[in-house]
Structure formats: structure tokens, C-alpha cells
């Protein structure tokens, strides 16, 4: 916690401000009590909000349970059990009037008083990193993680009086909503990019007469292959003792960990000198290649860009394709749920093992003309931009956010009550 106290705020214990009620109601049905429905861990560690949407399970309790442990709006549920000391007392704000809904085990319910404390503002103030430092130190476990009563009762708490803590829980709340607005986007693109890829890969754009296939039907003028068919080389990256070649700098070498979806990383490189990159010059690649993982997740598949031609590789499949097939849409294939489904099978549906050469070789490829295969990949690539875009509005609006908690909630900056703030959209 900072020393400096904001003119008008304080330090108090959190047992101050709330109420602390610890639940032991667990997710069993019992005959002789009566039907709940069960706020559990999982709804308050995957939601910022505890609202009427959640879909909670049935279970049972004792009256003096219900009386206890009943959820009102206003109140906040945080985690009090982990399996790591850094990431326990994680908050969740009850913003809807809940009828039946009581808090579960591993979980504790915090009841504001009213002249007190505001429940959406101790929400926000839960997610600081210096108050998720205090429980952090007072988690006390050696395989699963526990806070008492007593450090939960007892932390210290830095706030503002209650009319500041209603202004600052508005703002940050604000931002929340373009957060999961912006979240909720994503995933509208991202369901949109997987109907776009099964429509497209399996009809074409314009055909109207259509054949069986080993993928199902597909245009009668589109020919159906082996990779090993369109390809001019499939081989696999530097395997035997990569790491006797790594050096402080040179030339990237990637890796399984750089080979993504939309793309290939930069992240955590390693690199071989110019003389090793020689001598391995049967793994060195070229724009246009394909590099495709081959355990962990096995089949994820990336082309080669201008930035990564003349780079080496480590363990990961290289596909160089024939003038038959765009590297783009080749690589669209893989990773769609046809390529996917073929990887899977390929070895008995364990992800663990590797997909080898051979495989990859074997694995069924439709090729339509060039021109719609440039044509599909645009479709599709279209989406993938605006998913990109919105990805990274995402992190503008997390690192907002994260800046914003750390000016308000610390009193750095403070807030007027009187007038109204702009809305981040």
C-alpha cells in the first residue's frame, strides 16, 4: 500500500467498510434442504459481473444458509482459495437484483455498508496490484492456497469518501462496458471468419453444380489432391541438437512457439550464426513457405513473409507449394476444420504426437483455380483484418484501463463528484 494518503481519504480495514461472510455451501442437492441456485468459483473468476445472464447450477442449502449467503445487488463475491498465491481474492461485483442465487464454497460475500463503502467501487479496488500484492503475501498453502478470515477482514483498504467512490466506480465501469462490448465484437468476427471459411472452402464462390468428395461435396471444377501433389518439397526444420548451433544474434531460427494462426512471432527468438544457417540451408526458408506445427498444437500452419525469408527453423514442417496452390490459401486449408480434422486423425485424435512429413504429405487438399483461391483467401482475410484491428483496440482499452485504476483508485488523480465524465466509446 502507498503511504501518501490523499487529502480526505483513508486507510481502513476491509472489515470497516463490509461485512465478511465466508460460504461453505457446496454444489451438492440434498432432499432435506432447500433448492438454491449456486453462485460457484467459476462464475466469479471468469466474470467481472455477477449478473442475472449467468446460467447458475441447482443445489440446496439451509434456511440460515439462504439468509446468509443470499446475493443482493450491491454486494461482491471475491475467491478466497487458489492453487496459486497470485491469482486468489479475485473480485466480481453484483449488478443485478437476483432472486434464490446464494454464494458457494471456496467463495467469499462481501455486504457494504451502506455509509460506508460503494460495492462497485471495492470491485475495482480488489483488482489494484498493490491490494492483490496483500493477499498474495497472507495466502497460506503449500499445493492449494487459502485466505482466513482474519486477513480478509483485516486489510487495508485506501478510500475516499463514499460520494468519490461512486464517481470513480462510474468511470472505471464505463470503461469496463466498451471492454466487453469490444470483447463481445471479437468473438461476432471470429464465429463470422469460421461460418466464412466452411462456406467458401466447400462451395466456392458462384458454382452451382457440385460432386462428392473425400471432404464432402465440393465444385465439380475443383480437383481434389494430396499435399504432397501441389507441394515441391515437404521436409522438417533443424531437429537433431538445434541448440549447439544458438548464438547471442543472427539469424532468427523459429520455433513451434512463433508459429501462429494469423501469422508468425517474433517472440522469444532464438537465432544461428550466418555460417550455421549455411551449412543447414535445407531448412532455411523462403517467402512463401509454409511452417506448420508439429506438437502442442499440432497442424497450426503459417506462410513465410518477405520479413522471415532467409530465417532457419527448429522442429516445425516445411511445406514449399507448387505453382498449383497459393501459399495463402494453402495455408487457410490447413487451419480450417478440414485441415484440423485430418491432423486429429492422423494420429488417433492425441494431440501430444507428433504430425510428421509423412502426414503432411497425406493430408487431402481441395485446389480450385488460382484465381479463386486468391479469391477465397481476400474473403476470409478481409475478417481476419478486422479481428486484428479489434484485437487492438482491445489492448488500448486494457492498458486504459490498468492506467486509469492506477490514477483513481491511488488518489493520484482525483475526480470531480459535481461533473459528469466523458464517456470512453
Known sequence: MSDTVPE???VKPLGKLVDVRSSNIDKKTETSEIPVRLCNYTDVYYN?????????????????????????????IITKDSETPDDIAVPSYVSDDLSGVVCGYHLTLLKPDQDESDGEFLSHLFQLPSVQHYFYILANGITRFGLTADAINEAPLLTPPLPEQQKIAAILSSVDDVIEKTRAQIHKLKDLKTAMMQELLTKGIGHTEFKDSPVGRIPVGWSICSAGEVAVAIMVGVVVKPAQYYVESGVPALRSANVREN?????????FSEDSNEILKKSRLIKGDLLTVRTGYPGTTAVVTDEFEGCNCIDVVITRPSSRIDSDFFCLWVNSDHGKGQVLKAQGGLAQQHFNVSDMKNLTVVVPSLTEQKAIFNAVNSVTKKIALTEKRLT?????KKALMQDLLTGKVRVNVEQEEPVIA
Open 48 to 76: 467481472n459481473r455477477i449478473t442475472s445472464a449467468i446460467d447458475f447450477m441447482a443445489a440446496s442449502a439451509k434456511q440460515r444458509e439462504i439468509d446468509r449467503f443470499s446475493l443482493e445487488k450491491g454486494d461482491v
Open 263 to 271: 501469422g508468425l512471432t517474433m517472440d522469444n527468438l532464438k537465432y
Open 8 to 10: 480526505g481519504w483513508e
Open 396 to 400: 488500448l482499452l486494457l492498458d486504459t
